[in-house]
């Protein structure tokens, strides 16, 4: 059944990240309500290149236009790089998902001063670089949309995850401030907020800690990524033009336990 | 806003109770839902008498075996005054309509839901339910209240399949204004200058999220706050459109 707002015929998203659950699970949305989306990886790494190319290729299947892209999202002139290949092959860019997430879990005291960098860098310069280099195209076309895919822990914290604690509520302010500095520039800037999701590397991979986090979790059990599709469609959509600044937390309740 | 919802729930396939105090606007909406092919039914309903509500609720289920979906909508009337001169009165009416009711009607759905094992509650708080306003003390009291129930709602039953959460709408256009559409349009840029996007909600734009809500969609979703504000909430540090440059 054809619901309104969900509905992405003609756009052109770019889903950074694709490699991943979460990412992989949002290209396959966006290009199911009808956008042509570029996917690509975080890193060079040929695993990650590997996955991507497999959603560029089911996505073809659906029968809308696809592009894989090998990308280092903490270098700024490849994410610009990757910017102006899409907006070359297809003429503009309506739709940016920042998917960039890597984990990492270490006591504070041991973290080195390049374990430190190296998380900032994938998590939160990356989403600096890739919402710069869109934007710069967005405000271009009047018109654009930034969905930050990001996790409850950018609002709590866990023991031995300050690092990544800290780069992921960074990006929760960066879809604040860049909300309102693009709102009237008609480019609205949200996120998503994904609790324990299976298929995406974490603690809940551990089988001594899931048990726990089971029964922590009001829903008893792990999201599965398709589960944030239809917000990110609504999200990257016309529809959704009153909404900027704001985090859908999508997350089985874990986050309104006491 | 309740219109606008009913509508949007019916364009996707649901049937429509209509229940409001004001029975010739619950029949008017009804027949709006009628039209698009679906089955209403308006029932005159005071949220704040829970015997009302009750009996709202099992008619729902007597007529159409099921209640799936439950929107908690009704809201607004609350007294805007200096704390000093705000009545017992004020205070409990205005909790009444804005936060009890909520109650109840989730109450009285919740037993019909856990039997299902499914349901879906949509509660319509604010976004003055995380901030004040101007005399605002009952209005975002209840309000933040209606959060807070929600929250509690998508802890205690989760393990139901029950889902509850939130919309917290920033400044929308519900008001009725004499005058032409001039006049209207004035009215809507006046409150909308100090919103980011620069413009007020329309009542339509909560049609799609309260279908998300309201659908498998939203299946891992529950206890969360959805609030389409043009970035209301975003703000509040610093009037809005304050943004000197300052190099390094």
Known sequence: ?258 | MGTAMSLAMAKAGADIVIADKRLPAAEQTAEKVMVLGRRALAVATDVTDSRQVNDMVDRTFAEFGRVDILVNNAGLDAAFKPITELTDEDWRSGMDVNLTGAFYCSRAAVKFMQAQKSGKIINIASGFGFRAGRNYYIYSAAKAGVISLTQNLALNLAEDNIQANCIAPGLFWTFQTRGGAAQVEEAKRMRGRFIPIGRVGEPGELGPICVFLASDASSYMTGAVISPDGGSLAAGFAPTGMAPVIPL
């Not at chain 1, 992405?8 to 950074?16: R, S």
């Not at chain 1, 790494?45 to 090998?70: D, F, H, N, Q, Y």
């Not at chain 1, 909300?179 to 008609?186: D, G, I, K, M, P």
């Not at chain 1, 599965?224 to 999200?235: D, F, M, N």
């Open chain 1, 1 to 258: 059944m054809e619901v309104e707002g969900f509905n992405l015929e003609g756009k052109v998203a770019v889903v950074a990240g694709a490699g991943q659950s979460l990412g992989k699970a949002v290209a396959l949305a966006l290009a199911e309500a009808g956008a042509d989306v570029a996917v690509t990886s975080c890193t060079h790494e040929p695993r990650e290149l590997k996955t991507v190319e497999e959603v560029a290729a089911e996505i073809g299947k659906m029968g809308r236009r696809s592009l894989a892209i090998s990308l280092d999202v903490s270098l700024s002139r490849e994410v610009d790089g990757m910017v102006a290949k899409v907006v070359d092959q297809w003429g503009k860019m309506d739709i940016l998902v920042n998917n960039t997430d890597l984990v990492f879990a270490k006591p504070f005291v041991e973290v080195s001063d390049e374990e430190w960098n190296k998380v900032i860098a994938a998590n939160l310069s990356g989403v600096f670089f890739l919402s710069r280099a869109a934007a710069r195209e967005m405000l271009k076309q009047g018109k654009g949309r930034i969905i930050n895919i990001t996790t409850g822990l950018a609002l709590r914290g866990l023991p031995n995850g300050a690092a990544y604690c800290a780069s992921k509520g960074g990006v929760i302010q960066l879809t604040h401030a860049l909300a309102l500095e693009w709102a009237r520039q008609n480019i609205r800037v949200n996120g998503i907020g994904c609790g324990w999701f299976a298929d995406v590397p974490g603690p809940q991979q551990d089988e001594m800690l899931r048990g726990t986090l089971l029964r922590y979790l009001p829903m008893r059990r792990l999201g599965q990524p398709h589960e944030i599709g239809v917000a990110a469609v609504y999200l990257a959509s016309d529809a959704s033009d009153v909404m900027t600044g704001d985090t859908l937390f999508i997350d089985g309740g874990v986050s309104v336990h006491a």
